[in-house]
């Protein structure tokens, strides 16, 4: 089991990103129904979550070069997970 386990955290990690890029698509028939958006403002809302994430992955990464991975790591996932 224990060869196991650091593959079932990289999994986890990975889904867990998978539905931060995912979420703001949930999102899209609202944002039309109640503010009337067009298809060209749908394209720069994904646009800007989409930069904003790279952008945090990439902070992420200096950081975990600095503190070490696994704590980093770690840290990421108690952050994100809920409860």
């Not at 867990?16 to 944002?31: E, W």
Request: hydrophobic letters at 60%.
């Amino acid at each position: 089991m224990r060869k196991w386990l650091p593959l079932m955290t990289v999994c986890l990690g990975t889904f867990m990103l998978l539905i931060d890029v995912t979420i703001v698509n949930v999102a899209l028939p609202d944002m039309v129904g109640d503010l009337g958006a067009s298809f060209g403002a749908l394209q720069w809302v994904i646009d800007a979550y989409a930069l904003a994430l790279a952008a945090l992955v990439l902070g992420a990464g200096s950081i975990a070069d600095r503190v070490g991975h696994r704590r980093a790591y770690i840290a990421g996932l108690e952050a994100a997970a809920p409860g």
